[in-house]
């Protein structure tokens, strides 16, 4: 493990300092001043945390979710709690999707039958687009 520099001193002459709240403490030989450095971890793009939290709100489940953008379906529950998003309450409507390149959306929309008689909405996905399209439920 490579020593971190001082955020007092920037000098890189530090010593470990025991453990505070589970990270590691270190003492700068120099200022003596005791610090800690943050958890390295695996972070998420903001990008890929807001295009989740949307298809949650458009009633996309979790493991949805997780197949179609790659992240944990459990970070999308605990950014959901985090954010505090709750999903409107309309049990008539069911979202359907489809993931389609430039081209593919393009002859979609080209044909009139696609678009009549129902909501819909079209959000960038990396390189391709994803329509999400609401249907009544069936009785």
């Known amino acids: 493990m490579a020593t971190?520099?001082?955020?007092?001193?920037?000098?890189?002459?530090?010593?470990r300092n025991g453990v505070l709240n589970g990270r590691q403490r270190f003492r700068c030989k120099q200022c003596h001043y005791n610090f800690t450095v943050e958890k390295a971890g695996k972070?998420?793009?903001?990008?890929?945390v807001i295009k989740a939290l949307q298809l949650y709100i458009e009633g996309v489940s979790y493991r949805e979710i997780e197949r179609l953008l790659g992240v944990s379906h459990v970070s999308v529950m605990n950014w959901v709690k985090k954010y505090q998003i709750k999903v409107p309450e309309n049990n008539s409507y069911h979202p359907t999707y489809k993931i389609l390149s430039n081209k593919e959306l393009a002859e979609y929309f080209s044909k009139p039958e696609n678009v009549s008689g129902a909501g819909m909405i079209v959000t960038e996905l990396g390189d391709k687009f994803m329509l999400i399209k609401w249907e009544r439920f069936r009785e």
């Open 43 to 48: 972070s998420i793009s903001s990008y890929y």
């Open 4 to 15: 971190p520099k001082c955020p007092k001193c920037s000098n890189t002459n530090a010593v």
